[in-house]
């Protein structure tokens, strides 16, 4: 299995709506919203490297609003704790 994080400039007013169509694509597992220079990033696997190259142009690119992207592959992973917990920064909902 293939992972990439896929970061995302988008229409300031869009980030919500785009983030949904986003988390709604097969091969994507998590979307989240950020602060930085992005506004989103994507959490996308898939058995290939050639199947993250059509995910990713062909689809995650051209959701409505996305004004630009930068992608990372991942080589390995040194954690088999849960994602979320990574990105929970500890906060209680």
Do not use: C, N
Not at 30 to 57: H, N
Request: glycine fraction near 8%.
């Amino acid at each position: 299995m293939v992972t990439a994080f896929v970061m995302i400039k988008t229409d300031p007013q869009g980030i919500p709506e785009a983030g949904h169509q986003i988390a709604d694509i097969d091969g994507v597992q998590a979307v989240y919203s950020v602060t930085g220079p992005w506004d989103l990033i994507a959490m996308v696997q898939g058995p290939s490297f050639d199947e993250l190259a059509e995910l990713i142009p062909d689809r995650i690119s051209k959701v409505a609003g996305i004004r630009d992207t930068e992608t990372l592959l991942a080589f390995r992973t040194y954690s088999d704790q849960d994602l979320e917990a990574g990105f929970a920064l500890g906060l209680d909902e």
